[in-house]
Every structure is written in C-alpha cells, then in structure tokens.
C-alpha cells in the first residue's frame, strides 16, 4: 500500500517539475512512512525515499517505518539530510509550505545553495482524500468506540455536574474503550455556553432546562472520529427545541443526499436550505463539514465556498449547527463514508433529541 502512496506522490512530483519532495507534516510522514512519532523527516526523490530522525526513534522506527530507507542523525533533521546527501542529482526540490518553518527553510537555502526550492501546498493531502480499507476500517473501529462512550457518558450528566467533569469522564471512557487517545480536547458547553461552537469545559456547573452540547472524538492508530450530540436536561426552551429540530433535519437531508460526484458546496447547502427554511439561517455560523482521517481537520472542506467535487472514498463529517447568542447551541454531527450513489455513516449514535 505505501507503495502506491509513494508512485502516487511521484507522479505528482513529475507534474510539478520537482525532482524531490521534502516532506516536514508529521500526519503526511505517517501517511508514507508508517511513523507515528513526533521529530522525522522524509525526502523522497525519483528513485529514492529517506525517512530522518534521531536516536529518540531508533527501536520505534525500525519496526514502523517501511519503503523507506532510515537515517538515524544526531545533528539535526535538516543537517541530516544534507550529510546523508538525499538531494544528490537534484536541482528542483518542493518543501510542503503549510508545514516547514522559516528557520527550516533558511536551513535549507544555506545546507543545499545549489537547490532551487518551491513552496507546494497539498500535495501528500490530496493523496490521502481516497481511504483505501484498512484506512476505512480504522475510522469505523473509532466511530465505533465514539458511540460507545456517548452510551456511557449520559449516566454521568445530570444537573450539578460541571463541564469540565464531564470531559474528564469522556476522557476516561474514550481509554476505557480501547481508543489511542481522545482525537483532540473534548468540548462540552451547556446553557447558554452552548452558542460557543469550540468552547472550552469549564467549571460551570450545568442545570435542569439546559442543553449540553458534547464534541469529542476517538483515535484508533493515528485514525480520528468525530461525533456531536446535543442533550437536554429536562424541559428546555421551546426555541432551543425548534433548533434542534431544524439541525435533526438539516443533518438527516444532508445525509440521504451525500454521494461522491456532488460538490461540497452543493451538499452544504442542502444543510443550509433546511436551516434557512425554519428561520434560523443567521444562526448557522460554520461551514457543514470536514474530511476526516491522520487528521481530525482535513481536505475535502464542506463549505458554501467549496466547488470541490466529493470524492467516492472520503470519509467527512456532516455537522450543521444552530447557536444562538444568549440562549444556547444545538449541534449534531456523524461521520459519513462517500460512495458512488450515496454514503454510509459511521457513527450511529442516536440523533432524536435525549431528555434527561
Ligand atoms: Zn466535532
Ligand atoms: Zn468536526
């Protein structure tokens, strides 16, 4: 399979007229090489593929990385490579502009001064739009263990409890259910906190007639979840309840209509016509989805400005939202996997309203 990754960024490579890549985003590294630590580098040639890194990774390394041929240094990454001569024939080399720093570019100008260096944005990424199966079945086994503590956690929320526990308890069951890690901080945002759409726990304590919104997601080797769910504590207002229904619809429209072929902005608006239609367009503030896969926040964007065409294979998010200033915030959000005529959604946590 790395393989393929590998001739697949080659060609690439050849359409851009760069005689190398150097490749500096980790999840991108993981992506080729199979390593999931924190400090390498790859350089990867027509003929050639380098994987760089210290003697921190030297056991790690040994056993992840495939394809590629290991350099273990001691000076640095960039001086590595240039001691180990991976540019040798090379005059045009790409560096991934969204990732490398400044003072690793200076690094290069000064290590390789015969090299002509061009910025590329996207090239690794674009690879990784189509999941091939195992990739699929990662974020299944994520989505999987998402539900799992969704199930959980709802015994645990109940008014008096404050926010910040209850993401140490979805922290703790998200372990408890073989996840890797949480796949990134958990939100939980109650009352009137819920119009945050990224807040933070804190130590608010939440009450009976409030909504609780929680986001959080599961890491299954290096492949992430994502799942929302908004629940009520009690009665809550009937406008708060209105929102929930117009987001329940907005997010089962936008389900039966997602299929590879459409544009992003196309299923965007499904969303957003179903939102606008019961009056609470201005109160839907982000765009409807993102691809999900070695990152929680990846290509393809599912946005109103996107005219990308969706692709059979990406696994995306689908997560209209409603928040309401003063008031609170309703947010349900699956996982789904695009197919040729439609898609199938990976997370299959309930979506009706649960009073508790
Ligand atoms: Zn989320
Ligand atoms: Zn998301």
Redesign the pocket.
Known sequence: MTDARIEGLRARMNENELDALIVTSLANIRYLTGFSGSHALAVLTAKRAYFISDSRYTLQSAREVRKFRRIIGSLGLMEDAAAAKTLRGCRAAGFESDSLTYAQYRSLRRLFPRIMFRPTSGMVESLALVKDAREVACIEEAAAISDGVFHDVLKFIRPGVTELEIAAEISWLNRRRGAESDAFDVIVASGPRGALPHARPTARKIRKGEFVLL?F?STVRGYSS?L?RTVALGGAPRRLREAYQAVLEANESATASARGGMTARGLDAVARGCIRRRGFARYFIHSLGHGLGLRVHERPRVSALSPEVLRPGSVI?I?PGIYIPGSGGVRI?DDVLLGGTGCRVLTRSPRELIVL
């Open positions: 986001d997601g994502d929302t998010t997560e959000e």
